[in-house]
C-alpha cells in the first residue's frame, strides 16, 4: 500500500534551501520584546569582531552601517550550490554560558530587493564550540526576512557550557543566492531559572500542523482499518450451550505495534526508589525497550566483569529478563557500526583486525542473548554524517556489511535491521542510505527491515506528508519500517514538541510498513538531552508526555466490557496486541491473556485470520466447567 499516492494525500508545500525547510511564521506565542535581565555574552562592538569566513568566488561580505541604530555586516551569496558551513559571518562569545542556560541570540536583518530569486532571504543561525574536528553546537535554528528590516529571536536553552576562546556565534548565508543585511547581533543570556515561556517566539507552522489538518484525518480512519481487529468472546457451559449474560472485560496490555522506548539498564536494576519508578513507568507506558548503550560493544565487552558505575553485564541480562516476563518486545542495538571510533582508529591500518572485532562483538552478544532479543540492528550508521562519508567499510572493504549480516544469520533466526539517521531529510545520508540497501538486496543479502532513527531539529520538520512519501519510497526495498531513535528538539518550544511527536506517532502507526515507533529519551533524569524528554526529572509530564499518553496508552490502548448476549458472545473492536480478559459467571472470575496475533491461517471466504483459545471456567465448586473460546478476526 503506498499511502503518499491515495486520494487524500494532500498537495506538498514544503520549500527546500540546503537540505532545510523554513516553517511559516504566524501568531507570534508573546510579545515580540526583549525582556529584561539578559546579559549580552558577546562583543558589545560585534560588527568590529566579527569575521567572515568563506571564498570570495562564494560571497562577498563588508562591514556597514545601514543607518543610526544599524551597525552589521552586507552579505551578497554569489552561487546557489554554497553550502551553510562554507559561508559563515563569526563572532566571539566572550561571557560565561552554562549547560541549561536560557539563551536569546537577537537581530536585526533583511534581504535585499530582487537579490534572490523569490524576494526572500533565508540563512542559519548556531552558537557552536569550535574544536576541530568536533563542533558541539549550544543551539541552532534558521530564519527568513524580506524586503523590510526584522528583527529575529532565536530562543533556546544552551546544550553544554561555553568554551572560552573557542564558542562562537554564526550566521551563515550559504545555499542561495542573495543579499543578506544583518545588524546588532546580540546574544542574551538570562541563566538557568529563567522561563524560556517568556522569551519572545514565533509560532513555527509546519505543513500539516494545523488541527484540522485533511492528512491526519485521513491517517486516524487507516488506523481504525490497519491496527485494528474484531475480538470475540463466546461463553459456552460443559455441553456446549451458550451462557447469557456473562460479565467480559478486555483491556489491552501490550500493542502488537511497538511502541517503545530506550532505557539504561543500571537504570532499570539498581536497588533503589528511582530505580523503582523507573520501572514503573517504562512498565506502564511502553510495550518494548532497545538499551540505549548496554549491547554495545563498549558496554557488553565493559560490563563483562560487573565492577563499572555505568555498564554490568548482570544489570543487562536482568534488564532483558525483566522486560521478557511482562511480555515487553526487545530491540537489540547493535552488532556493527559504521563510523568510526577510537579502537577502530587506532586499528585504521589493521582492516582484519577491525573485522576480526566486530566479528566476536557479533557472536558474544548474539549467543548471550539468545532467546531475550526480538531483533537485531545489523548495522548502525552505515553510511554515518560525515560529509564526504567516512566509514569502516571504506576501509575493511566494500563486502564487510554484508558478511556481518550473514554472519548474524549464520547464528540467529530473529528479524536482521539495518539502521541509519535523517532519513527523512533530502540529501547524502538518505540517497547514500538508501542506495547501499539496494546493493545488499543485489548481492542476495536483503535486510528484514529498515530502521529510521529519526532525529529532528525544528530548523527541519517536513510535515507528516513528506514523512510518509518518504517512507514509501523505502517500504518499496524492504516492507518493514520502524522509527527506532525519535527525539525532537525545538529550542525549549514545548507546545511544538507535542504537536511535532503527535503527527510522527500518528504519521508511522498510519502507515502499514511500520512496526515499532521508538522514543531515544522518554526522561530528563536519563542526562542525555534532557530538553529532549516526555518527563521531567520530577516525573510529572510535558505536553509531550500528554500527547503519548492521550494516544498511546489511551485512544490507542483498548478497554472493553459487556456481557454476552443469548448466543453467549460478547464482541468489540480493538488495538492488536497482548489483552488480559477477565470472565465473570455466578460470582466466579476467571483471568486470561490472549494475543489477537497469534493466529493461523484458515481458508474460508473472509479470508481472515482466526486466534481462538479454550480454557476452563469454573461456574462454582461443585458444578461442570465453562469453556471460553477467544476469537480475533481482521
Not at 560525515?386 to 554484508?402: E, F, I, K, N
Not at 543479502?445 to 529519526?454: E, L, M, S
Not at 506528508?465 to 523505502?474: A, C, M, P, Q, W
Amino acid at each position: 500500500m503506498t499511502i503518499a499516492n491515495t486520494p487524500s494525500f494532500g498537495k506538498r508545500i514544503i520549500r527546500h534551501c540546503w537540505s532545510l525547510v523554513f516553517l511559516a511564521i504566524s501568531n507570534p506565542i508573546v510579545a515580540r520584546t526583549v525582556p529584561e535581565g539578559g546579559r549580552n555574552v558577546l562583543a558589545q562592538d560585534w560588527q568590529q569582531s566579527a569575521v567572515f569566513q568563506g571564498s570570495r568566488k562564494l560571497a562577498t561580505a563588508t562591514a556597514a552601517d545601514f543607518d543610526n541604530v544599524r551597525r552589521g555586516w552586507r552579505v551578497e551569496v554569489l552561487d546557489d550550490q554554497a553550502k551553510p558551513s562554507q559561508l559563515q559571518l563569526s563572532t566571539p562569545v566572550e561571557g560565561a554560558v552554562k549547560s541549561g542556560d536560557k539563551l536569546l541570540l537577537v537581530f536585526d536583518a533583511r534581504c535585499l530587493a530582487e537579490s534572490s530569486a523569490d524576494g526572500l532571504g533565508r540563512g542559519q543561525v548556531m552558537v557552536e564550540i569550535k574544536e576541530p574536528p568536533k563542533y558541539t553546537k549550544l543551539g541552532q535554528d534558521v530564519f527568513e526576512v524580506g524586503a523590510q528590516w526584522q528583527t529575529i529571536f532565536i530562543a533556546f536553552p544552551a546544550k553544554v557550557d561555553a568554551k572560552p576562546g573557542l564558542t562562537h556565534a554564526m550566521v551563515m548565508p550559504g545555499g542561495r543566492r542573495q543579499t543578506l543585511e544583518i545588524a546588532n547581533l546580540r546574544l542574551l543570556n538570562y541563566g538557568a531559572d529563567f522561563d524560556m515561556a517568556k522569551l519572545p517566539r514565533p509560532r513555527l507552522e509546519y505543513p500539516g500542523r494545523s488541527p484540522d489538518a485533511p492528512w491526519r484525518k485521513a491517517a486516524l480512519d487507516r488506523i481504525e482499518k490497519i491496527r485494528t481487529t474484531s475480538i470475540r468472546v463466546e461463553v459456552v457451559d460443559a455441553s456446549g450451550n451458550p451462557v447469557a449474560d456473562a460479565r467480559v472485560g478486555l483491556e489491552l496490555k501490550r500493542h502488537a505495534f511497538a511502541f517503545g522506548t530506550a532505557v539504561k539498564a543500571k537504570f532499570l536494576m539498581v536497588p533503589d526508589e528511582g530505580a523503582a519508578e523507573y520501572r514503573r513507568m517504562v512498565d506502564k507506558y511502553f510495550s518494548s525497550i532497545v538499551l540505549e548503550n548496554d549491547l554495545k560493544p563498549f558496554g557488553w565487552e565493559g560490563g563483562a566483569a560487573n565492577k563499572g558505575n555505568n555498564y554490568r553485564r548482570d544489570w543487562t541480562m536482568k534488564s532483558l529478563e525483566w522486560a521478557k516476563e511482562r511480555g515487553m518486545w526487545v530491540r537489540g542495538h547493535y552488532l556493527c557500526w559504521g563510523p568510526w571510533e577510537p579502537w577502530s582508529k587506532e586499528l585504521k591500518d589493521q582492516p582484519e583486525a577491525i573485522k576480526a572485532r566486530i566479528m566476536n562483538h557479533l557472536a558474544s552478544v548474539l549467543e548471550g542473548t539468545a532467546g531475550l532479543i526480538a531483533e537485531w540492528d545489523v548495522v548502525n550508521h552505515p553510511v554515518g554524517w560525515s560529509d564526504p562519508r567516512t566509514t569502516v567499510d571504506q576501509v575493511v572493504g566494500a563486502d564487510l556489511y554484508a558478511e556481518v549480516f550473514k554472519a548474524a544469520r549464520a547464528k540467529t533466526s530473529v528479524p536482521l535491521w539495518i539502521n541509519e539517521d535523517q532519513v527523512f531529510r533530502p540529501g547524502r545520508q538518505q540517497e547514500e542510505f538508501y542506495q547501499l540497501i539496494k546493493d545488499l538486496i543485489a548481492s542476495g543479502v536483503r535486510p528484514d527491515g529498515i530502521g529510521n532513527q529519526a532525529h529532528f531539529h525544528s530548523s527541519y520538520l517536513p510535515g507528516a506528508e513528506e514523512l510518509l512519501r518518504i517512507s514509501d519510497r523505502f517500504a518499496a526495498l524492504v516492507p518493514h519500517l520502524e522509527i527506532t531513535e525519535f527525539d525532537v528538539d525545538t529550542n525549549g518550544d514545548e507546545e511544538l514538541q507535542a504537536d511535532w511527536l503527535r503527527d510522527c506517532l500518528i504519521m508511522a502507526y498510519s502507515h502499514p510498513a511500520y512496526r515499532a515507533f521508538i522514543l531515544w529519551v522518554f526522561w530528563e533524569g536519563t542526562g542525555y538531552k534532557p530538553d529532549l524528554a516526555l518527563w521531567r526529572k520530577d516525573w510529572t509530564e510535558k505536553p509531550s508526555g500528554k500527547v503519548w499518553r492521550e494516544l498511546v496508552n489511551e485512544r490507542w490502548r483498548t478497554k472493553a466490557e459487556g456481557g454476552t448476549d443469548p448466543k453467549g458472545i460478547f464482541e468489540t473492536r480493538g488495538h492488536r496486541g497482548l489483552y488480559q480478559v477477565v470472565i465473570e459467571v455466578d460470582g466466579k472470575k476467571i483471568t486470561q491473556l490472549f494475543n489477537t496475533e497469534d493466529c493461523s491461517d484458515v481458508a474460508d471466504d473472509l479470508l481472515t485470520k482466526v486466534c481462538s483459545a479454550e480454557v476452563a471456567l469454573e461456574r462454582d465448586a461443585a458444578a461442570s466447567s465453562f469453556r471460553v473460546k477467544l476469537h480475533s478476526r481482521k
